[in-house]
């Protein structure tokens, strides 16, 4: 992986670099060793820990990849983060990591680190994905054959949720000390959404052991929300060699981030925290307003751009939101579908968090893939799309960009036999895929496709699996964007044909 032989790797002794020269003692086990988590927790804990100190290095457990971690031991716990903008880059180099390692090399070692007295905080980014839990319902996915096994037995379990309740139980049969679990991913209350599938995963242990577990959690977790933000691309040669040239030594696992960083928290840390605010985090009683706003108005209409994108053979953000159907079709979607749906905390300009938004966007340096964001799609638009649909739907206004969207991505990775989405939309990952080309396989019309996925499947929860409305317009939408392409749908969404009154909300 090294870019040049010639230059020594990254390490603490790395002339002409500001870095910690001792890792800190840990104090948190965080599950999720992405570029995310390295590019946003870690830095505020490195200011943390620079302005006030405390034990408050990170475990970091890596799932089942070893890139990052062997990489991490060889160059002592530290990385490069390169803050990349059309103006020019930035270099720093974050060393916080007390440990690394695979839980699926070590899986007892997982529960061991979240059971000992030392942790205080066991923090996640396992993308929407890790929570394993269904988008049907919101709850925990009983279908999922690691779910299944991780409630049947003790020992090594796989899931992050399994892994969370196992190492609590190790803490209420040990010492007891309280712990904080702090979910930092993109997930509408995603302190609560945790805290019920912790719950719901105890619960359905053995009676005595349940109720045991669930008196203890709710006695001494606690499950504070976050809002996290900030674009990361994925690690690409084109970095490792930005680092190589501009700071002469040679880094296998450098993360590319915009300069945009931002981190919102509810301050109900059971077990004390590092002081975040010194790297600018911020503690509100409002964590909800901020969520909403980022997890409908950036990501959701992240989604839209990712997925008409592709379709129109970009690969990147800023390539997409580049063609002026597709800005427009953003910043539709952004200001009559998704802000009417949310309370904008009194602190923020939404005119201007509008202009933030397209101005990260279109960051050409940064090349966030389209194939990135549209990824995941099953998990990442049942958290986006549903409430803000079901509000215009119960207000009488059917949401066409919302519907818009829902196609784009069925498009994307369960296009109807015949039709091909092109190399970006083959690249998107999704643990539906293979679920959602069987549907399309069966399905000769963009309406009985979108009735498979929406209706029969619930892949956007169960109340939009009724409104027929939605169901058709997504139809609608499918179809032209087999037989037109994304512009033409565009401007169907600006332009309905059709007369579309919305349906009224169905009587339960
Ligand atoms: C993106 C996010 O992949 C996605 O769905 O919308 O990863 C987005 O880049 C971050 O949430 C920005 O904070």
């Not at 390295?38 to 505020?44: E, K």
């Not at 045991?212 to 504070?224: G, H, R």
Request: aromatic share 6%; hydrophobic share 40%.
């Amino acid at each position: 992986m090294a870019i040049n032989s010639a230059l020594p790797p990254l390490s603490p002794h790395t002339p002409g670099i500001r870095i910690r020269d001792t890792v800190p003692a840990p104090g948190i086990v965080h599950l999720g060793l992405g570029n995310f988590h390295r590019a946003h927790q870690a830095v505020y804990t490195d200011a943390a820990i620079s302005a006030h100190g405390g034990d408050w290095g990170i475990i970091g457990v890596s799932s089942r990849s070893r890139a990052v971690t062997d990489a991490m031991h060889a160059q002592n716990m530290t990385y490069t983060v390169v803050e990349i903008s059309p103006e020019g880059s930035t270099f720093s180099t974050p060393r916080v990591h007390s440990d690394v390692f695979v839980a699926a090399e070590d899986p007892e070692r997982v529960v061991a680190e979240i059971g000992a007295p030392t942790t205080r905080i066991v923090s996640l980014t396992v993308t929407e994905n890790g929570y394993t839990y269904s988008p049907a319902t919101g709850s925990l996915n009983l279908v999922d054959a690691d779910v299944q096994r991780d409630l049947a037995q003790a020992s090594a379990p796989r899931t992050p949720i399994g892994q969370i309740v196992r190492g609590l139980q190790q803490r209420s049969r040990t010492h007891g000390q309280p712990v904080t679990i702090l979910s930092c991913d993109n997930l509408a209350d995603n302190g609560h959404h945790t805290q019920r599938l912790v719950r719901e995963f105890a619960s359905l242990l053995p009676a005595a052991e349940a109720a045991e577990t669930l008196q203890w959690i709710d006695a001494n977790v606690s499950f504070p929300s976050s809002m996290v933000d900030r674009i990361v691309p994925a690690t690409t040669e084109e970095y490792r060699q930005l680092v190589a040239d501009n700071c002469g030594y040679s880094d296998a696992i450098p993360v590319p981030a915009e300069p945009f960083t931002m981190w919102i928290l509810e301050d109900n840390f059971i077990a004390g925290r590092p002081a975040w605010e010194a790297g600018g985090a911020v503690f509100t009683d409002n964590v909800a307003g901020y969520e909403q706003l980022k997890v409908r108005l950036l990501n959701g209409t992240h989604s839209l751009i990712a997925y008409l994108g592709a379709l129109s053979g970009a690969a990147t953000i800023p390539e997409s939101v580049g063609k002026d159907y597709i800005e427009s079709a953003a910043r539709s979607v952004l200001r009559r579908e998704y802000l009417p749906s949310i309370t904008v905390p009194e602190a923020v300009d939404v005119g201007a968090y509008e202009e933030q938004l397209f101005s990260r966007w279109r960051n050409s340096a940064l090349g966030h893939r389209t194939s990135q964001v549209g990824s995941d799609g099953s998990v990442k638009l049942r958290q986006r799309i549903p409430l803000p649909a079901l509000e215009m739907l119960d207000g009488g206004v059917m949401p066409h960009y919302l519907a818009l969207t829902a196609a784009a991505y069925m498009t994307c990775v369960a296009p109807l036999k015949g039709f091909d989405p092109g190399v970006h939309a083959a690249a998107m990952q999704d643990p539906a895929r293979q679920l959602l080309a069987s549907y399309a396989s069966e399905s000769s019309t963009g309406l009985e496709l979108a009735q498979k996925v929406l209706g029969e499947h619930h892949l956007l929860g169960d109340e939009l699996a009724t409104r027929s409305g939605f169901i058709q317009r997504t139809g609608d939408f499918i179809e032209i964007l087999h037989s037109h392409g994304a512009a033409a749908a565009v401007r169907e969404a600006a332009h309905p044909t059709v007369p579309q009154p919305a349906e009224s909300p169905t009587v339960s």
